[in-house]
């Protein structure tokens, strides 16, 4: 599975920014996919991920309410649509996939495909 990641920007504080990972492969519908991102000198942090099949979606506590997860599995894209946006959301956001059935994992090391990432910088 290749990924790649689009629709990062500079975005003012309270704005909007809608990041979309475009999966090659004939199998997208069956992989979980997941948002992390990372600031410079921090680890890379879980943001959300949504599970292939049902849909069903889990979110970081920073992301709850303010962030959308969604996928189109005919487009081989998901989206994440964030809102309310504050300067401490400015990082590198990298789309993943994982081989799996459930969405509730937050351990990037449980993903097996990587995009290369989409700067987001969110001005105060």
């Known amino acids: 599975v290749q990924l790649q990641a689009s629709g990062g920007g500079l975005v003012q504080a309270g704005g909007s920014l809608r990041l979309s990972c475009a999966a090659s492969?004939?199998?997208?519908?069956?992989?979980?996919m997941g948002w992390f991102r990372q600031a410079p000198g921090k680890e890379r942090e879980f943001v959300a991920a949504?599970?292939?099949?049902?849909?069903?979606?889990y979110y970081a506590d920073s992301a709850k309410g303010r962030f959308t997860i969604s996928r189109d599995n005919a487009k081989n894209t998901v989206y994440l649509q964030m809102n309310s946006l504050k300067p401490e959301d400015t990082a590198v956001y990298y789309c993943?996939?994982?081989?799996?059935?459930?969405?509730?994992?937050?351990?990037?090391?449980?993903?097996?495909?990587w995009g290369q990432g989409t700067q987001v910088t969110v001005s105060s």
């Open positions: 949504i599970s292939g099949s049902s849909g069903s979606t």
């Open positions: 993943a996939a994982r081989s799996a059935t459930s969405a509730r994992t937050s351990n990037p090391q449980s993903y097996n495909y």
């Open positions: 492969g004939r199998t997208f519908s069956s992989y979980v």
